[in-house]
């Protein structure tokens, strides 16, 4: 069974701050997927990243594959309230068909 | 226009009974899913439909009955209903596998919230 660890499970910061969410798995991705889920929501996707060493950028969030595609980050610059939420990362592994497995989220509190 | 549209969005009901959640999309996808959303957040597949046809099972108890009467719907009846059923079930759908990155997109509904007293 591939298991997605994220850490940290809960952040709260104040607005204007940084922060890095991450995601780390022993088996290698075949792709990863971070959403973003709002209470009483569902999860929406953010970005899907593919090769290893990938980094992409999504306003002031940018997302990191690493180079061994077992790990991955999200970095927000100068956090707004708006950014609050429970962020999730998804990945997807060959050996299991390429079915996504959920990481356990990070909850996200930004203080205005 | 709601992508993934599920009902109801809220349930309460007593242990032992019988309920239904449904589930469509209007997104042309082939691929629909059920996913349950424990109190701590967690994330897990139980079923995936792929064309009315059943693909993935985890291991969920068999008084859990998904039932796709055409691609576009995806419903889930529960009986007998326990308290350790209490959670969020969310219905979502992706294109057809194999299609974007070597695994599927998905397109979540808001969930259904079922509570069991």
């Known amino acids: 069974t591939q298991l997605l660890e994220q850490s940290p499970q809960f952040l709260s910061i104040q607005e204007g701050e940084n922060l890095t969410v991450y995601c780390n798995s022993s088996?290698?991705?075949?792709?990863l997927q971070w959403y973003r889920q709002e209470p009483g929501e569902g999860p929406v996707l953010l970005v899907t990243v593919v090769t290893g060493g990938e980094v992409k950028k999504l306003k002031r969030l940018t997302f990191q594959f690493g180079d061994a595609r077992k790990d991955s980050s999200l970095h927000i610059t100068a956090a707004q309230p708006g950014d609050t939420g429970l962020y999730l990362c998804a990945g997807a592994f060959q050996a299991a068909g390429n079915k996504l497995t959920f990481g356990g989220g990070t909850r996200v509190l930004v203080k205005p | 226009d709601t992508a993934v549209s599920q009902t109801p969005k809220y349930l309460v009901t007593q242990m032992g009974n019988d309920k239904s959640i449904k589930c469509e999309q209007n997104l042309g996808h082939d691929t629909m899913y059920w996913y349950k959303q424990d109190s701590k957040k967690f994330l897990k597949i139980m079923f995936s439909y792929n064309n009315k046809e059943l693909i993935i099972n985890e291991t969920v108890p068999n008084r859990f009955s998904p039932k796709s009467p055409d691609k576009a719907h995806l419903n889930l009846h529960i009986n007998s209903l326990e308290l350790g059923d209490s959670a969020v079930y969310f219905c979502a759908s992706s294109p057809v596998p194999g299609q974007s990155s070597g695994a599927n997109v998905l397109t979540f509904g808001a969930g259904s919230r079922l509570t069991v007293l």
């Open positions: 088996s290698v991705f075949s792709s």
